[in-house]
């Protein structure tokens, strides 16, 4: 088992920036992938970011590349999702999920471990 545990989300202005962290613990895997993606309210939850955990090969949707950044610390087992000039449409819950065998992944399904999610507002 892996258990996932999200921190750093909160209420900021547009143009602003958050960093999210997810740390995980339990269970270790030699080439696992960190994943994000998020869900707003009446909307499926859609991908954000991923990172492998060996290679540091990464993969960012559309909507957020060039404005956020995925990152590992290895030591801390802690991903990191560096989101700058946020705008109200990035509003959503953020959640992180560790996809144990294969390569980078923007479909949820391949996802095997899920975090509880941290809000994330962006007034305008």
């Known amino acids: 088992q892996v258990q996932l545990v999200e921190s750093g989300g909160g209420l900021v202005q547009a143009g602003g920036s958050l960093r999210l962290s997810c740390a995980a613990s339990?269970?270790?895997?030699?080439?696992?992938?960190m994943g994000w993606f998020r869900q707003a309210p009446g909307k499926e939850r859609e991908f954000v970011a991923a990172i492998n955990w060996s290679s540091g090969s990464e993969s960012y949707a559309a909507s957020v590349k060039g404005r956020f950044t995925i990152s590992r610390d290895n030591a801390k087992n802690t991903a990191y999702l560096q989101m700058n000039t946020l705008k109200p449409e990035d509003t959503a819950v953020y959640y992180c999920?560790?996809?144990?065998?294969?390569?980078?992944?923007?479909?949820?399904?391949?996802?095997?471990?899920w975090g509880q999610g941290t809000q994330v507002t962006v007034s305008s």
């Open positions: 999920a560790t996809k144990v065998t294969g390569p980078v992944s923007s479909r949820a399904d391949r996802y095997n471990y």
């Open positions: 339990g269970r270790t895997f030699s080439s696992y992938t």
